[in-house]
Protein backbone atom coordinates (compact mmCIF):
# COMPACT_ATOMS: atom_id res chain seq x y z
CA UNK A 1 0.00 0.00 0.00
CA UNK A 2 1.39 3.52 -1.13
CA UNK A 3 1.43 6.43 1.23
CA UNK A 4 -0.98 8.98 -0.36
CA UNK A 5 1.42 11.79 0.03
CA UNK A 6 4.64 9.53 -1.62
CA UNK A 7 1.97 8.40 -4.28
CA UNK A 8 0.77 11.37 -5.75
CA UNK A 9 4.54 12.25 -5.66
CA UNK A 10 5.35 9.47 -7.74
CA UNK A 11 2.04 10.28 -9.90
CA UNK A 12 3.22 13.60 -10.90
CA UNK A 13 6.65 12.63 -11.79
CA UNK A 14 5.45 10.13 -13.82
CA UNK A 15 3.17 12.63 -15.86
CA UNK A 16 6.53 15.35 -16.06
CA UNK A 17 8.42 12.11 -17.54
CA UNK A 18 5.61 10.29 -20.04
CA UNK A 19 4.02 14.24 -21.04
CA UNK A 20 7.62 15.79 -21.29
CA UNK A 21 6.25 18.61 -19.36
CA UNK A 22 8.37 22.06 -19.69
CA UNK A 23 7.45 22.51 -15.65
CA UNK A 24 8.76 21.54 -12.53
CA UNK A 25 7.07 18.58 -10.07
CA UNK A 26 6.50 21.07 -7.56
CA UNK A 27 4.59 23.31 -9.90
CA UNK A 28 1.63 20.49 -10.27
CA UNK A 29 -1.38 20.90 -7.80
CA UNK A 30 -3.33 18.05 -6.58
CA UNK A 31 -6.37 18.74 -7.53
CA UNK A 32 -5.42 20.69 -10.78
CA UNK A 33 -7.54 19.47 -13.96
CA UNK A 34 -4.98 18.15 -16.19
CA UNK A 35 -7.33 18.89 -19.36
CA UNK A 36 -9.48 21.65 -20.53
CA UNK A 37 -9.64 25.12 -19.73
CA UNK A 38 -7.40 26.61 -16.56
CA UNK A 39 -5.32 23.04 -16.70
CA UNK A 40 -1.97 21.84 -17.46
CA UNK A 41 -2.71 21.61 -20.80
CA UNK A 42 -2.20 18.38 -21.73
CA UNK A 43 -4.36 16.71 -25.09
CA UNK A 44 -5.73 13.57 -26.45
CA UNK A 45 -1.68 12.34 -26.91
CA UNK A 46 -1.34 12.86 -23.22
CA UNK A 47 -4.14 10.80 -22.31
CA UNK A 48 -2.72 7.96 -23.79
CA UNK A 49 1.02 8.11 -22.72
CA UNK A 50 -0.60 8.13 -19.03
CA UNK A 51 -2.86 5.23 -19.76
CA UNK A 52 -0.30 3.02 -20.87
CA UNK A 53 2.53 4.47 -17.21
CA UNK A 54 -0.44 3.75 -15.24
CA UNK A 55 -1.13 0.28 -16.59
CA UNK A 56 2.80 -0.43 -16.58
CA UNK A 57 3.96 1.10 -13.12
CA UNK A 58 0.21 0.41 -11.05
CA UNK A 59 -1.44 -2.39 -13.36
CA UNK A 60 -3.95 0.04 -13.00
CA UNK A 61 -6.71 -0.61 -16.36
CA UNK A 62 -8.60 2.38 -18.10
CA UNK A 63 -11.89 0.69 -20.00
CA UNK A 64 -13.23 2.97 -21.64
CA UNK A 65 -13.19 6.99 -22.76
CA UNK A 66 -15.18 7.66 -19.65
CA UNK A 67 -13.19 6.29 -16.94
CA UNK A 68 -10.45 7.80 -18.50
CA UNK A 69 -12.16 11.13 -18.22
CA UNK A 70 -13.03 10.67 -14.26
CA UNK A 71 -9.26 8.71 -13.48
CA UNK A 72 -6.90 11.28 -15.31
CA UNK A 73 -8.48 14.63 -14.17
CA UNK A 74 -5.85 15.24 -11.92
CA UNK A 75 -3.53 13.65 -9.70
CA UNK A 76 -5.51 13.53 -6.84
CA UNK A 77 -7.91 10.83 -9.22
CA UNK A 78 -5.36 9.12 -10.50
CA UNK A 79 -4.29 8.25 -7.11
CA UNK A 80 -7.53 7.88 -5.96
CA UNK A 81 -7.85 4.99 -8.55
CA UNK A 82 -4.18 3.35 -8.67
CA UNK A 83 -5.25 3.39 -4.44
CA UNK A 84 -8.83 1.69 -4.81
CA UNK A 85 -7.29 -0.77 -7.37
CA UNK A 86 -4.54 -2.24 -5.07
CA UNK A 87 -7.42 -2.66 -2.12
CA UNK A 88 -9.40 -5.06 -4.24
Known amino acids: MHDPIALRSEI ?3 L ?3 CMLQ ?3 EQIGDTQPLFGPGSLGLDSVDALQL ?3 L ?3 YGLKVPDPE ?3 KILHSISSMAEAVTH ?3 V
Do not use: L, R, Y
Open 55 to 57: DKN
Open 16 to 18: VEN
Open 85 to 87: KQK
Open 67 to 69: AAK
Open 23 to 25: IPV
Open 12 to 14: KQM
Open 51 to 53: VVA
